[in-house]
């Protein structure tokens, strides 16, 4: 499938849109990657942006033209769809530990540069086996569990495991990375500038042992988008990896990251029923909008499962599969809805609500136009 569909089967206006429907405002998105870009270059650190955000090439290579070295993603599947449109450095931020997987990136592998992720002994040994059946050496960096608990070798165990993966002959381990999230002390905050400042510190810390044991890490790789400035403030980090910031979400708002008016991304629905005066039904559920950012949880305390535009108290309560049903409160209820009107939601999360989709519609002023999502649901 083509990037972009045939424009006169794909220039809408917004009354014509079918919803649900994923509007990316492309003036919001040429202005966040810039304002990333920019932010990171002041600190001499090289900005990898993940594409999991986007999972569409055309905004990977944006990214690359305001200065970005490459980009990242989670699974081989998108690295191969973000090669076959041209991106050549590409970082799968992922253990890559079954080897028909490892096959493919050993091909891929030979066609651009490619780094993959590796947490075990066991991930490690899979990759030098398989690489060296083909006479190949892949580049790995070492994931480190910083607190999220999530993959990633224990912080006290790297030492021992960056070692042993040193010592392999078709596998060169060139850095470290982590995935902290807005985590500070050990929970969850919103204090992202001193979760960021704690991450590059850390990592920092560990990348200085590794070095004095004789393990040469050129790279510190750190920072998602609540945590990629300030992260990149510490000296001796070498790369950071925002997603979101390209389009933002409302959970990146709530973080202070940006404001409301600088989401890019929103889901259009229709209103379907009108059961009563406090309650609105729109035609976009749990299949239209991510769940994973649950409405009521620390640090957050998002109320409800988006932000519903130019309607100050109305609220996205709950979401069955086909179904989003909106309470309105004394303001909303003053305003003229009616069955088949049109809202605009932000959601809490916009890069789950992304894959949800097949395409998006970008927009450009007056003008809407179909792109397809060519990574979309590259899970494998």
């Known amino acids: 499938m083509t990037e972009t569909l045939k424009a006169n089967e794909t220039l809408e206006t917004l009354e014509t849109l079918e919803t649900p429907c994923v509007i990316i405002d492309s003036e919001l998105v040429d202005r966040n990657i810039q304002v990333m870009a920019d932010a990171i270059k002041q600190h001499q650190v090289k900005l990898r942006p993940h594409a999991k955000t986007h999972k569409m090439p055309a905004i990977a290579r944006q990214q690359i033209e305001a200065g970005a070295v490459g980009i990242t993603v989670a699974k081989i599947s998108e690295a191969e769809v973000m090669a076959a449109s041209g991106i050549n450095n590409i970082f799968v931020a992922y253990p890559i530990v079954t080897p028909s997987k490892i096959e493919r990136a050993v091909r891929l592998s030979e066609q651009i540069e490619l780094i993959i992720g590796v947490d075990s002994l066991a991930g490690a040994q899979q990759l030098e086996q398989i690489a060296a059946e083909h006479g190949h050496s892949l580049q790995v960096r070492l994931e480190i569990d910083t607190g999220f608990r999530r993959t990633g070798v224990p912080y006290e165990q790297a030492s021992a495991l960056a070692a042993q993966i040193a010592r392999m002959p078709h596998l060169r381990l060139t850095g470290i990375y982590t995935f902290r999230g807005s985590f500070h002390a050990g929970k969850a905050t919103l204090d992202v500038a001193a979760a960021g400042q704690e991450e590059g510190t ?179």
Request: charge should be negative.
């Open 202 to 380: 850390l990592m920092v810390q560990l990348a200085e042992r590794l070095r004095a044991e004789g393990i040469a890490i050129v790279d510190v790789s750190v920072g998602s988008t609540p945590t990629a400035i300030s992260a990149a403030a510490v000296e001796g980090v070498t790369e950071v990896r925002p997603g979101t910031y390209v389009f933002h979400d409302r959970m990146q708002a709530r973080l202070g990251i940006c404001d409301i008016e600088d989401c890019a991304g929103s889901v259009l629905v229709t209103i379907v029923s009108r059961p009563s005066a406090d309650l609105i039904i729109v035609d976009g559920g749990s299949k239209t909008f991510a769940t994973d950012v649950q409405p009521g949880t620390d640090p957050l305390q998002l109320r409800g499962f988006g932000h519903i535009m130019n309607l100050e108290d109305a609220y996205l309560v709950r979401l069955s599969e086909e179904h989003g049903m909106i309470e309105l409160g004394p303001l909303a209820q003053t305003a003229i809805l009616q069955v088949g009107d049109k809202l605009r939601i932000i959601p809490n999360h916009i890069c789950s609500t992304v894959n949800l989709h097949n395409q998006v519609v970008m927009q450009r002023g007056h003008t809407y136009e179909r792109v397809p999502v060519l990574a979309r649901g590259m899970l494998e």
